[in-house]
């Protein structure tokens, strides 16, 4: 585990998704990333980020590689995660729009919309303001993504979308040291998000 002020190890469910992106992106901001697809790997880490893909394949994949009530535990004694996309699906208490057998993590009181604005034809990037975050508007791409229908008293929103359609929509949220985002800030090259949760990661 990490001391104050170093290297983190933060953990990357590695079941499905980007998982090389989020990798890359934590190297690069003096992380050591791990790839986690076992209750031993998980076990190793400060930290896990849940990256983008297909929310339903991986809630079932958790379940394959005994990973669903471990990780739930983890959650539930205070592990700082990040989810993005399909990641902020998993850690909602609760999901709608999706298949009956999918699984979530409960990490977040809140209740997520899957494929909220549409399917990968309505894929778009626009500029948000971010809370807590330096430096000007993040430029955020949405790919099939979710947005977040309800968030609980303890859940700080740090995103909406500005404009169009679904202005006004939550778009990224935090409680306690759990932050996720619709959007995947592992490929636009801003590394601002990953850079606020390690910080948090490090300073615990």
């Known amino acids: ?34 790839l986690v697809r076992r209750p031993a790997e998980l076990a190793a880490v400060d930290a896990l980020v849940l990256p983008g893909g297909e929310s339903t394949t991986i809630s079932k994949l958790l379940e394959v590689f005994e990973l669903l009530e471990p990780l ?20 909602a208490d609760e999901v709608l729009d999706t298949r009956p057998d999918a699984r979530h993590l409960s990490g977040i009181d809140m209740t997520v919309r899957r494929n909220a604005f549409g399917r990968q034809v309505d894929s778009f990037e626009t500029d948000l303001e971010f809370a ?37 929509r939550i778009v990224a949220v935090r409680q306690g040291d759990v932050v996720a985002t619709s959007f995947h800030p592992e490929v636009t090259g801003d590394h601002r998000v ?8 490090r300073d615990r």
Request: aromatic content about 4%; overall charge positive.
């Open 194 to 201: 990953h850079r606020m949760f390690v910080d948090l990661v």
């Open 132 to 168: 807590g975050v330096a430096g000007g508007p993040m430029r955020a791409v949405f790919i099939r993504a979710p947005w977040v229908e309800r968030a609980g008293d303890g859940v700080e929103v740090l995103a909406r979308v500005p404009s169009g359609p679904a202005a006004g």
């Open 72 to 91: 739930r535990k983890r959650l539930r004694e205070g592990m700082p995660a990040f989810g993005s996309c399909a990641g902020m699906i998993l850690l």
């Open 1 to 34: 585990m990490a001391v104050p002020g170093g290297r983190p190890t933060i953990g990357v469910l590695a079941l499905q998704g980007d998982v090389r992106e989020h990798v890359a992106v934590l190297n690069g901001l003096g992380a050591d990333p791990v």
